[in-house]
Nanobody, 122 residues
Framework: QVQLVESGGGLVQAGGSLRLSCVAS????????MGWIRQAPGKEREFVAV????????YYADSVKGRFTISRDNAKNTVYLQMNSLKPEDTAVYYC???????????????WGQGTQVTVSS
């Protein structure tokens, strides 16, 4: 089992930036990828971004491409999500996820964090 703890959420004005962090612990050797999934009020959870733990390859949802950047620090077992040019529609609870890349993209990862709220005001 992999434990995930997110931090970095908050309230920001449209056009602003936030950086989310997620620290992994436990059976991290079994983790192939980490990523972010979000859930806006009244909507289903949706994939945001994923990064391979070994190759560093990344993949983004079209809605965040060019604005969000996912990165990792293997030594710290930490993944980051730098969010720039934030929009009100980015308001959601952001969950860190760990699994194979396909599991994260299908919004069915084996491990979830507790979530961190991001609110973007207009």
């Amino acid at each position: 089992q992999v434990q995930l703890v997110e931090s970095g959420g908050g309230l920001v004005q449209a056009g602003g930036s936030l950086r989310l962090s997620c620290v992994a612990s436990g059976r991290t050797f079994s983790t192939y990828a980490m990523g972010w999934i979000r859930q806006a009020p009244g909507k289903e959870r949706e994939f945001v971004a994923v990064i391979s733990w070994t190759t560093g390859n990344t993949y983004y949802a079209d809605s965040v491409k060019g604005r969000f950047t996912i990165s990792r620090d293997n030594a710290k077992n930490t993944v980051y999500l730098q969010m720039n040019s934030l929009k009100p529609e980015d308001t959601a609870v952001y969950y860190c996820a760990a699994d194979g890349a396909s599991g994260i993209q299908r919004v069915r990862p084996s491990s979830w964090g507790q979530g961190t709220q991001v609110t973007v005001s207009s």
